[in-house]
């Protein structure tokens, strides 16, 4: 379960995310994050070390919510 700070409506979220097409939800979270890459890259950043940053903080707040 998401903690209430991932969950709270933010107004830069498409609508089609917020109306629970899981399909629709799933393409556009893959295109938020293949465009987040694509920055990264531009900017020289190692994708390697971001992605095991992020699922290590991923798997932290996970464990946290789950206290």
Do not use: C, R, Y
């Not at 979220?13 to 893959?30: D, K, R, Y």
């Amino acid at each position: 379960m998401l903690s209430s700070k991932h969950t709270a409506i933010n107004p830069m979220i498409p609508a089609a995310l917020l109306a629970g097409s899981i399909p629709v939800m799933e393409e556009t979270v893959t295109d938020l994050i293949a465009d987040l890459l694509h920055w990264l890259t531009g900017h020289g950043s190692d994708l390697v070390t971001i992605l095991d940053h992020a699922q290590m903080h991923f798997e932290a707040e996970l464990g946290s919510e789950q206290l």
